[in-house]
């Protein structure tokens, strides 16, 4: 079992940026893992936003391409989302997620609010 502990959210103007952080309660990148951010705005399905592997191969969703950056450090198993240019449409829960990439567990955090005001 992992836990998956979100922090970094909050209220921001448009072109403002915020930083998530994502900490899992223990060591994840010694094995073949994809973590990534995912986001849910009200009366809409959860999204991928960025993902990074084991290997730090990232990927984006077309909508953040430029402004967000996703990273990770491995001493402390946690993985982090810049975003820049914030935008309103931008508005959602942000969740965490670990997927092992041999089982195929995953595991989310509890999310955490981002709004984005015009």
């Known amino acids: 079992q992992v836990q998956l502990v979100e922090s970094g959210g909050g209220l921001v103007q448009a072109g403002g940026s915020l930083r998530l952080s994502c900490a899992a309660s223990?060591?994840?990148?010694?094995?073949?893992?994809?973590m990534g951010w995912y986001r849910q705005a009200p009366g809409k399905s959860r999204d991928l936003v960025a993902t990074?592997?084991?290997?730090?191969?990232?990927n984006y969703a077309d909508s953040v391409k430029g402004r967000f950056t996703i990273s990770r450090d491995v001493a402390k198993n946690t993985v982090y989302l810049q975003m820049n240019s914030l935008k309103p449409e931008d508005t959602a829960v942000y969740y965490c997620?670990?997927?092992?990439?041999?089982?195929?567990?995953?595991?989310w955090g509890q999310g955490t609010q981002v709004t984005v005001s015009s």
């Open positions: 990074i592997t084991s290997g730090s191969k990232t």
């Open positions: 223990r060591s994840i990148f010694r094995i073949n893992v994809i």
């Open positions: 997620n670990l997927r092992a990439v041999v089982s195929d567990e995953q595991y």
